[in-house]
């Protein structure tokens, strides 16, 4: 193979993957978009937390791993849940309470789970999931394994002793877990800044003598590569590694709060959409020539008709069958 | 058959059940360089080596966690907290994570973990040390709670808890691990959700668990001697789930019961009991059904104090006289 060739197959092999990222978050942008519709018509119920403006967050981190390695996550985890592969009809059959959901419709938005696809879920508690990202790290040691895990939560949840105790914990056991912030300012209607002393999420590392590192969230490639590095880390050596990831949510905390008003203001918002990580990697395939407008529009109505389909699949998806109240509640 | 400590008892289940099944490992503090805060753990840590044995920080809330965790990951974790009263920490990882990720999952992640370790109070440890949690951990579905009262019970018990496919929770006490007796060797398993009757009756029932079945076995005995009344002592072993046929069955024999325990009255377990015998031994019961409990007080450390606080053979005799119209 000549040289020209390998960096043009390398090139292809790029562009193929950027194409992909780009997929994925139209993916989440639109299955939100809907979410955010299906709410508003009471077809979804509870607490509803979208992922509008960190699409680049969970696209980029999760192209870094295998299929074998594990996934959990916050309450605000329908776009990791995507990535990692759980059928947008599935997803959105869990938003709807369906039988065919990924949580057979027991678990809703904040409780996605798929044993097969190692996602681990979907949990509610503020840092109540850390330690347990860190569990599923001892597991894989124990066992001999070579796979991670990535831990995501938001920044709020750095508050929280969970998020202290496992750091420590991770670090003095070596276990090979990502722990991903996803720094998107305010935990609900609170400023970091107004709750945290340390507002750099990374600097807590050095407490925990675990590396560390702080990425622009609404550059997919950059989380990419970011998460590549902890990964390698994680993989080779069972060192955990912090991610602080910079991102922005445009949305309200969850879809009964409001975009903006007494704690942030409409222009911030504004100013953040300027950076959308869509618009930004849209661009980024354009000049490179590996994608047109007409392939980017062919792209879009390919997703927005995957998304139309998942709520065709949830609509006409079962209830539970009144049996199911309590099944599942100790196994055998 | 060998007499044994109820510590133990524990040691041989844990170790037996380590020896069987490469995915149970133990994690907790003080249990493997010191050998236990409580030396339950004795000799494991040589013998399994620190991937099995895992001495942990003072991190309640994270190692339940990493337990959790490691169990959706397909291991058999052991936790083991230095008493349930540090565990008050780690509710959020038991009732929130452990309680419900197979609910919550649709079926897709079954919980198989022990907690483990003291529960109640011991002696003059004052009143952060001296609480008795079964009533709340009893509460909560998803989860399975044992309390052994005897060395035979604790080995049996734990070995089935750490069989089992859900989260258990095992009452030990600081005050029963010196005790003594009879324990089968190898392979002994007692199945979690079955009574045992630790002495036969005829007049009245004495309901019990852990700490409080020797207090139980004592009033029975100063009850065949004073008052020459025949009382029962059912032992519940396990609270949740709760052998309903056992404390049915008994009650419908003499028709009048005292429960007892070492928490508190209000939402106790004994409250629990009382609704099963009034539901299924209604028309059975010759009189109310009294129980002996905690003071309803933080526990007390000055000791005469304490003594008060605490269940004891007379109040449950004073108890057992009055259901019996004997006062």
Known sequence: MTTATAHAQKDQAQAELERRMLRQMLLIRHFEEKAAEAYALGKIGGFCHLYIGQEAVAVGSLAALRDDDYVISSYREHGQALVRGISAGAVMAELFGKATGCSKGKGGSMHLFDAEKRFMGGHGIVGGHVPLGAGIGFAIKYKGGDQVCICYFGEAAVNIGAFHETLNMASVYHLPVIFCCENNRYGMGTAFERVAAVTDVAEHACSYDMAAELVNGMDALAVYAATQRAVERARKGGHPTLLEVRTYRYMGHSMSDPLHGVYRTKDEVEEQKKRDPISQLALKLKEEGALDQAGLDALDAEVRAEVEEAVKFADASPDPDSAELTTHVVAD | ?327
């Open chain 2, 1 to 327: 058959m060998p007499t044994l400590t109820y510590r133990d008892a524990l040691n041989q289940a844990l170790r037996e059940e380590m020896q069987r099944d490469a995915n149970v490992f133990l994690m907790g503090e003080e249990v493997g360089v010191y050998q236990g805060a409580y030396k339950v753990s004795r000799g494991l840590l040589e013998e399994f080596g620190p991937m099995r044995v895992v001495d942990t920080p003072i991190a309640e809330l994270g190692f339940a966690g990493i337990g959790v965790g490691a169990a959706m990951a397909g291991l058999r974790p052991v936790i083991e907290f230095m008493t349930w009263n540090f565990a008050v920490l780690a509710l959020d990882q038991i009732v929130n994570s452990a309680a419900k990720l197979l609910y919550e999952s649709g079926g897709q992640f079954p919980i198989p973990i022990v907690f483990r370790g003291p529960n109640g109070a011991a002696l003059q440890l004052g009143a952060q040390h001296s609480q008795a949690w079964e009533g709340w951990l009893s509460h909560i579905p998803g989860l399975k709670v044992v309390a052994p009262a005897t060395p035979a019970d604790a080995k049996g018990l734990l070995k089935s808890a750490i069989r089992d496919n859900n989260p258990v929770i095992v009452l030990e006490g600081e005050m029963l691990y010196n005790t003594k007796g009879e324990v089968p060797e190898g392979e002994y398993v007692v199945p979690i959700g079955r009574a045992d009757v630790k002495r036969a009756g005829r007049d009245v029932t004495l309901i019990c668990h852990s700490k409080t079945v020797a207090v139980a076995l004592k009033a029975a005995e100063q009850l065949a001697e004073q008052e020459r009344v025949s009382a029962e002592v059912v032992d519940l072993r396990s609270l949740r789930p709760l052998d309903e046929a056992a404390i049915t069955a008994s009650v419908a024999k003499t028709n009048r019961a005292v429960v007892i325990e070492e928490g508190w009255t209000h939402c106790g377990i004994g409250a629990q009991v009382v609704d099963v015998i009034q539901r299924e031994a209604f028309d059975h019961l010759d009189a109310p059904v009294l129980r002996v409990t905690q003071a309803d007080v933080p526990m007390p450390y000055n000791k005469q104090l304490e003594r008060l606080a605490k269940p004891s053979p007379d109040k449950v005799v004073a108890a057992a006289r009055r259901v019996l119209y004997l006062d």
